[in-house]
């Protein structure tokens, strides 16, 4: 199906991707994902950004609207600019919130995901009975409500990242003369995050659905959530837990659960890909996916597909944290996330390998990177992210096959293909 669909969009001319790297680059708002990645050599990079700018160009073109300046509306505000002006004391510190404000302000290489732009393209490709709304309520094809909508979630999860810069500072010694500037750093933080999550909520009200109320107030519970799921070590870097074995009483099905109810189980800690479903849906995939299901609401399409709508927003997120997770791996062996699907997946198969969390939990003692790299790529760890990269594609594929305008539907799948076969060249190398 994957393959089929691939080569329809190749024959069809919507796709025109060079045969190398396509480097995927964020746009001005692109927030989701929060794992570490660095950027390539400049030559690459500088062409592969350029394709990825021309698919994000097109997607704001279809739903009409520059997402690259969604965020632009909430943070340049008297209460924005002033905490702006207090960061300049923060030069020099190397708090992490100074990166994650360049990321707001002018992009970053290393966040890929556009929230806002996918909610839009997936209202967008649904489409709306426009004799259900006046002609003052819509306009390109997407409602105001779903706009504000889109807006909210992007927000939402940028708040929720500017609250993840706080700097672990019980250890006062450690920071030296630097541990009052860091201080100052993480009470900007708090009360930035806590303005945008506030704001957020404001304009929640304002859209007058108590639905769409209760299903995006969950997926913000999910994000909190997910930053405490599991093990983690003395600096709060999630470890992934302990192997339970090859047999498991039941795997982590997402598709079939209640999304406003707790989403899966401890139970799934320690099954390799089941956990990092898990993981991802927890701080990636519900907020997406419910963003994606709320504009569906707003739109009153039925509760169909108000379901293939998050389907397709839970599918992209998991897509797109794969791709996170190998470029990660395979282009920075010496730091990369210890929860990552190549990780993950290899640990399963050879539970041996959880020595050198184990070491690193118990003993203290710092993780060999390179060592574990090493062990990773000897093991038939390659040959199942292949599978399940192509699994999520597939799925992608399917369910945005069910919304009827063309535009926004191929947008959408050019953004799929587009970072599975940059992760499939990533492997490759």
């Known amino acids: 199906m994957a393959a089929k669909k691939l080569n329809l969009l190749l024959t069809s001319g919507l796709m025109k ?27 690459i990079g500088t062409r592969q950004e350029q394709d990825w700018r021309d698919v994000v160009s097109e997607a704001e073109q279809i739903v009409g609207y520059p997402t690259s300046f969604l965020n632009l509306r909430w943070l340049f505000n008297d209460e924005i600019a002033n905490t702006a002006i207090q960061l300049r004391k923060l030069v020099g510190t190397n708090h992490p919130l100074l990166k994650s404000a360049k990321n707001l ?174 993981r991802t849906m927890l701080t990636t995939g519900s907020i997406l996916g419910k963003g994606c299901q709320g504009v569906m609401k707003l739109a009153q399409r039925g509760e169909q597909m108000e379901r293939d709508a998050y389907m397709l927003g839970g599918h992209l997120a998991l897509l797109w944290q794969l791709h996170l997770d190998v470029k990660d791996f395979f282009t920075h062996p010496y730091s990369y996330s210890l929860v990552g699907a190549p990780v993950m997946l290899a640990m399963w198969e050879y539970p041996q390998l959880y020595g050198h969390i184990f070491e690193h939990r118990v003993e203290g003692v710092p993780v060999e990177y390179k060592q574990l790299y090493y062990a990773v790529r000897s093991t038939r760890a390659v040959d ?6 192509n699994e999520e594609f597939d799925a992608v594929m399917r369910y945005s096959d069910k919304f009827p305008v063309e535009d926004a539907r191929c947008s959408l799948q050019k953004m799929a293909t587009t970072i599975h076969t940059e992760a499939l060249e990533y492997m490759e190398k």
């Open 384 to 389: 199942y992210l292949t599978l399940f990269l």
């Open 17 to 43: 991707f060079p045969k190398k790297i396509i480097k995927i680059d964020n746009s001005i708002h692109s927030l989701l994902g929060y794992r570490g990645y660095s950027n390539w050599e400049v030559g």
């Open 105 to 278: 302000l002018i992009g970053s290489k290393s966040n890929l995901q556009s929230v806002g732009l996918i909610v839009l393209l997936v209202s967008k490709a649904a489409g709306f009975n426009a004799s259900d709304f006046m002609r003052d309520q819509y306009d390109s094809g997407v409602l105001h409500s779903q706009r504000a909508l889109a807006e909210i979630v992007e927000m939402k999860r940028t708040g929720h990242l500017i609250h993840k810069t706080m700097v672990n500072l019980q250890e006062k010694q450690k920071h030296g003369d630097k541990y009052k500037d860091l201080l100052y750093g993480n009470k900007i933080v708090l009360l930035t995050g806590d303005y945008l999550l506030a704001t957020c909520l404001q304009n929640l009200g304002g859209l007058r659905n108590n639905a769409v109320t209760e299903l995006i107030s969950s997926g913000l519970r999910d994000l909190v959530e997910g930053d405490f799921f599991g093990e983690h070590d003395a600096a709060n870097n999630p470890l992934p837990t302990k192997p339970k074995g090859t047999h498991c009483s039941r795997h982590y099905e997402w598709e079939t659960e209640d999304n406003l109810n707790k989403l899966g189980s401890n139970e799934f800690l320690g099954q390799g890909k089941d956990e990092w479903k898990l």
